[in-house]
């Protein structure tokens, strides 16, 4: 009797056996796409000194203004808490000055591009003069060039801040000077890298390409770039950031 159940008991843990191997092998591989795949989970603060990023990264960390500020030398870390349904995540507020960012900011986007969830970029409305507008518009050249080398890109927010004092511009005028800054700043560098490749056959012609493919009859427009980007306005002073925080959710939820 005990002859002819012996296969089948055998059988019996061999499938468990097999059973047990492939349970473990799905769960190896599970992980492995886990530990692969980038979670998107950092949003970052960026843009010129002084236009409000520490005072934006306090209130949305502690939820309240600090009571003085002084020039950030290095970056701030903070959680952002959206809420039990939707959950907290890192935010960051870089420097805005320009060794500082090329220590911090620039090598940070460079190696972490695929875990950002989105960037603020603070500007400044109430200086937004045409050298101010000639600073951003170079700073942004540089962050698309990073950010829009990842797939679909990255979220910007461009938030137009300081909209209390008289002196500031409204966002639909800043993204129009920004757009026209952009397409000369990008001319200039795309006939000085023709100069330069007639004469140097080894040159780089990254940049020139990169913002080739978002110009549009001759003229670079934000809704060309593969990652969204958004203008906003308010005034941090004021705590008046809903189109911030009513970005930030939109983001986590996506
Ligand atoms: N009027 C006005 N002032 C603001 C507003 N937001 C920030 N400020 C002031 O702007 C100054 C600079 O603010 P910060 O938050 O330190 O600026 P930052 O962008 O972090 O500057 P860096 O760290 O140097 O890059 C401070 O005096 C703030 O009080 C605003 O909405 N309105
Ligand atoms: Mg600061």
Redesign the pocket.
Known sequence: MFEHKDPDYLKFIVSIALALVVLVVTAVIFDRKRLFSAKKSVFVIS???????????ELLTKKEL?VL????VEPNKGVLNLGSQIGSYEVI?F???EKLKSLYLYPFLKQNSTSLKGLIY?I?A?QFSSEYCTEVATDLIKLYEITESVPNGVDFQLFC?????FTSKKWTTIKTLLETEITQICKRQVLNLSQISSSDDQSDDTAGSLLATTFGDGKFLFERLDGNTEFAQ?????KSIEMVSNWLHEKAVN
């Open positions: 843009g010129p000194k002084s236009s409000g990023k520490t005072s934006l990264f600090p500020t002084v020039t950030s507020d420097p805005g000055n603070m400044d109430s801040n300081k909209s209390d004092l308010g005034n941090v002073h004021k």
